[in-house]
């Protein structure tokens, strides 16, 4: 039977429908640059993507089928909002192995740690509230929090991350506004920089002394390759600090497992949160990431994830000293995916993609990490998806579009 539609002469306008925050929404940069660079022969170093070689795809399977043929019907159902206990557990331990207080009430399991910065933004932020990011920062944060329209005060970062001696000023600025501290001290996204130990130490008691929590995400902390681990920065101040992180870079990011770790009384109005957002993140697939945890398969897997990274980072950075004019800069991650390159101030990294893309190669501009859209003359190169060999292509071909570009 066919159905007729109501005959009228009226259509919604549903842009003024809209809800002032979604007006303000915008698509991330990267996402919509992954559409150009798709193409077979672009190299692109734009995404944040982990090595798809490197998944552990047989761990996955025998784990799927093994939880499916034990527990099935629970893998199956509804879970409990906060996670799945066991994977919680997991957590607990892991996470005291590296010196993080953490007890299985203060977790929340999370889709990706995506999630958790969203749900931060709905408990937290108001309009006109300012949040305090390093300068750049993290796009995906920007993008989770723009919704709520607070605004955005930045301190600059060095070689060694965050400068901390710049962030007094900034907090007595707005101070009474601030609402929170966003730091990532591991491997920045996009820098690619780690915040040293005493600096840590300086942002905990200068958070304190202003009465600011600090939003510590740990994404990449345990791909660290060469250095020694810093203590992060939640053991040194437990009750003001919220921890996040993902299994995203360390088993696959299609599985969507992220946490957060924070105070009681933080963590409840979180589940709350979530409950109106999606119930709970799926239980099969937490049950399939703890049953490859508890077998011991993930401190080798992240071994050879490791591995594999620290001769990309390397093939990256010979070639950025061989092909690269004069005039540029970069970082030199000791972890993580991306490192970040300085070009000469007249050079907008926005307007160069054309030349960049004629050559067949592809990176993110770095104005999209600063939340004024400032650094126009930065970029952002990831160094975890490309093997070597095709690394090394790539940064020949950025190289003669920067000579181009030079003249």
């Not at 909002?81 to 399991?109: D, S, W």
């Not at 004019?325 to 991650?333: A, C, I, K, L, M």
Request: negative net charge; hydrophobic residues 40%; contains cysteine.
């Amino acid at each position: 039977m066919s159905v007729q539609p109501v005959e009228t002469q009226i259509t919604t306008d549903w842009d003024a429908k809209l809800a002032s925050r979604a007006k303000g929404m915008a698509s991330s940069v990267i996402r919509e640059l992954l559409k150009i660079t798709d193409r077979p022969e672009i190299i692109s170093f734009a995404g944040g993507l982990p090595a798809a070689e490197l998944f552990p795809i047989r761990e996955f399977r025998e784990a799927c089928e093994y939880v499916l043929t034990t527990q099935g019907g629970k893998a199956l159902q509804y879970g409990a909002t906060e996670g799945y206990t066991p994977l919680r557990n997991f957590l607990c331990e892991k996470m005291q192995k590296y010196h993080v207080p953490a007890e299985e009430e203060n977790i929340l399991i999370t889709n990706g740690s995506q999630q958790a910065l969203d749900l931060v933004g709905r408990i937290f932020l108001e309009k006109d509230d300012v949040v305090v990011t390093e300068r750049p920062t993290y796009l995906g944060a920007l993008q989770a929090w723009r919704a709520y329209r607070p605004r955005f005060a930045t301190v600059p970062i060095d070689d060694d991350g965050m400068c901390v001696d710049m962030l007094e000023d900034v907090l007595k600025a707005h101070q009474g506004n601030v609402k929170f501290i966003y730091a990532l001290p591991n491997f920045h996204n996009p820098a690619g920089t780690t915040i040293p130990l005493e600096r840590r130490k300086e942002l905990v008691r200068l958070a304190a002394k202003y009465g600011v929590p600090i939003i510590e995400d740990d994404p990449y902390g345990e791909l660290r390759f060469e250095g020694k681990d810093v203590l992060p920065i939640e053991t040194l101040h437990k009750e003001n600090v919220l921890y996040l992180s993902t299994f995203s870079k360390t088993l696959a990011p299609g599985i969507r497992i992220g946490w957060v770790t924070a105070p009681s009384k933080v963590i409840s109005k979180l589940v709350q949160a979530k409950q109106g957002a999606d119930l709970h993140t799926g239980t099969f697939v937490q049950m399939v990431t703890y049953d490859i945890c508890q077998r011991g398969l993930l401190r080798g897997h992240v071994r050879k994830v490791r591995e594999a990274y620290r001769e990309r980072r390397d093939a990256m950075l010979e070639a950025m000293e061989e092909f690269f004019p004069e005039g540029v800069s970069w970082t030199r991650p000791q972890g993580g995916l991306f490192l970040w390159v300085r070009l000469p101030e007249y050079v907008d990294t926005t307007e160069f993609m054309e030349t960049a893309l004629e050559e067949k190669v592809a990176y993110v501009p770095g104005s999209a990490f600063f939340p004024d859209g400032d650094g126009r003359n930065t970029m952002r190169l990831n160094f975890s998806y490309c093997r070597p060999e095709v690394i090394r292509e790539g940064i020949q071909r950025l190289g003669r579009a920067l000579m181009r570009e030079f003249g």
